[in-house]
């Protein structure tokens, strides 16, 4: 057998071949089946871009519509998913009820049909259409409300942030989340799809898929970074503070959220669109303190340690788009899951297109020949 260096987080070692998504660390290139993001962002839609991502091809007009439909006559959850919410800690945090909720999909929908289109295609769409939904409710719930239902005449974006506000949003907030989506609905093979593509690997269902990636999305390495981003900014407090909090954290070796990234060795694309959305709406809605916090940041950050090729990633920006509309903190990850729930189901379909259970080796480095020593001799 092929013997091959162990390195720690698999840097740099394939662990599938892949068309869905590509980067190019040095350049700061993201491209979805070949088209940049920033393209996509700007002329696509959240439910578009999914659809390009998991059918490989970007919709017609009527392929475009049938989808959309689907996914806007599926939102609804059943009472009893809803009635299991209702009995989590409302302390809990939503990602671990999100995890739990999808996971509960799988008890309703246990027919395991993976070589039917049809059975894939529905699950797409159920995934798809009721994770928002969980979320909000979620989220209503805990405040000691009842969730309220989806809303058949409002988008994707727009039915899910009316689901979690009670009230219809405004226009541009709304076309902004929806460009949030685009933004993080796809990212070659990180945390979350490699553990999505390992659980698809033993054939499993693609609620159990979902489960396990959001469990590992949650993780403040990965998805978690942009609520604590906001809970550092807010820490720092003023422009002036910024210098030596970084100061502080580099002599301390510790990481500076929101920055670094294995792949990219230059300002994340996905941050400088976020960061322009971000501007947008301090345009409309109001200027942030935090914002400026954020560019000194960027700034001095830049200067100590642009030569490791540190620079803002996806989360730096995203914490202040999603608070200037109102969103609680903790609700930012599980919002970054809305959106990755389709790049998981396009990696989950093209892990069945060829699949090989991924069965990984180790290096052994512990003890040999040990006898087994009676209790009370321990
Ligand atoms: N602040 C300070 N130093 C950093 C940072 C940071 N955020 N990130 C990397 N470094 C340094 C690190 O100390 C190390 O320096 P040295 O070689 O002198 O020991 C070097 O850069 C390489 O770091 P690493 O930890 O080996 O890099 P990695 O590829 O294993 O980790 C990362 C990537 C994203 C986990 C890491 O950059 C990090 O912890 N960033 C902060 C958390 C964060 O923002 N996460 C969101 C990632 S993007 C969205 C997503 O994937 O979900």
Redesign the pocket.
């Known amino acids: 057998m092929m013997v091959c260096e162990y390195k720690p987080?698999l840097?740099g070692i394939p662990a599938a071949q892949s068309s869905i998504s590509h980067v190019d660390g040095q350049k700061g290139i993201l491209e979805y089946r070949g088209i940049r993001i920033e393209e996509l962002a700007e002329k696509s839609s959240f439910l578009e871009t999914a659809y390009l991502l998991i059918w490989g091809e970007l919709p017609n007009k009527e392929e475009l519509e049938a989808f959309e439909h689907e996914v806007r006559y599926h939102r609804r959850i059943k009472y009893r998913i809803r009635d299991m919410m209702k009995c989590f800690p409302e302390s809990g945090h939503p990602m671990d009820a999100l995890q739990a909720s999808a996971a509960a999909l799988g008890l309703f929908y246990s027919l395991r049909d993976l070589h039917n289109p049809a059975y894939i295609r529905d699950s797409v769409v159920r995934l798809l259409a009721t994770i928002p939904t969980m979320v909000a409710a979620f989220q209503l719930m805990r405040k000691g409300n009842d969730p309220v239902r989806p809303r058949d005449d409002l988008d994707y974006a727009a039915n899910f942030l009316y689901m979690l506000n009670e009230k219809e949003p405004d226009p541009l907030a709304a076309k902004i989340f929806d460009i949030c989506l685009i933004l993080h609905v796809e990212?070659t093979m990180?945390?979350s799809t490699f553990s999505a593509r390992v659980t698809a690997s033993t054939l499993t269902d693609p609620y159990a898929v979902v489960a396990s990636a959001v469990g590992t999305?949650g993780g403040?390495?990965?998805?978690g970074?942009n609520e604590?981003?906001i809970q550092m900014l807010e820490e720092i407090g003023t422009v002036e503070n910024v210098r030596p909090y970084v100061d502080n954290?580099?002599q301390r070796?510790?990481?500076?959220?929101?920055?670094?990234?294995?792949v990219y060795k230059v300002k994340?694309p996905r941050a400088t669109v976020l960061q322009n959305l971000a501007e947008q709406l301090f345009a409309k809605f109001g200027h942030d303190k935090y914002y400026d916090i954020a560019l000194e940041m960027e700034q001095v950050?830049a200067e100590k340690?642009s030569g490791?090729g540190?620079y803002p990633?996806?989360?730096?920006y995203s914490g202040l788009v999603y608070r200037k509309m109102g969103i609680p903190t903790d609700l930012f990850t599980p919002i970054?899951a809305i959106a990755r729930v389709a790049g998981w189901l396009a990696h989950w379909k093209e892990q069945l297109a060829e699949n090989r259970i991924f069965r990984p080796t180790q290096i052994y480095n512990g003890k040999h020949e040990i006898t087994y020593l009676p209790i009370d001799q321990r």
């Open positions: 987080g840097e990212h990180n945390a999305l403040p390495l990965h998805g970074a604590e981003v954290l580099l070796k510790a990481k500076i959220m929101g920055f670094g990234h294995r994340d950050v340690l490791k540190i990633n996806v989360d730096f970054f």
